[in-house]
């Protein structure tokens, strides 16, 4: 299943990829669910990023990998893949893009690919996960000014 997020920031795609930092991550960090971040190496390839979720007695951890990094004339990417994950999901890819639109403007693209196990619950958690990324373009904008 997929989901997919587009958000036009009115800065550089340099200025943008610059500002993907641990306190981005932090603002990003979705409101419904307790959120504690315990590592965030960056966003270079072989980096991780440790979460837990949910509250004390129900506390999930999420492992990410960040398996791939690049940057192209048509901007900036890096695809975080999912090792340890809360159910009930089994797979997750996060394919961050920044398309470069013109010098002084770019698209944060939010590209993801999930499954869930038990596989009926995948179409079931769309509706959630879609509730926890539709606040990301606001907050990309409050974050970079845009």
């Not at 587009?6 to 307790?34: D, H, M, N, Q, Y």
């Not at 979460?51 to 901007?75: C, D, N, Y």
């Not at 596989?119 to 958690?125: C, E, V």
Request: aromatic share 14%; hydrophobic share 45%; proline share 7%.
């Amino acid at each position: 299943m997929n989901l997919l997020f587009e958000t036009t920031i009115s800065k550089s795609v340099a200025v943008v990829r610059a500002g993907f930092t641990e306190a981005l991550f932090v603002r990003l960090a979705p409101g419904l669910i307790p959120f504690r971040l315990e590592r965030f190496d960056g966003c270079l390839k072989g980096n991780e990023v440790h979460i837990l979720l949910g509250p004390p007695i129900l506390r999930q951890k999420w492992v990410s990998l960040i398996t791939a990094e690049g940057t192209t004339e048509a901007g900036w990417s890096f695809v975080d893949e999912g090792r340890i994950l809360p159910w009930p999901l089994s797979y997750w890819k996060h394919h961050h893009r920044v398309d470069k639109i013109s010098n002084d403007s770019c698209r944060i693209v939010d590209d993801i690919s999930y499954q869930c196990s038990p596989a009926f619950m995948t179409p079931l958690m769309k509706p959630f996960l879609w509730v926890v990324f539709a606040v990301r373009p606001g907050r990309y904008k409050a974050f970079f000014g845009a």
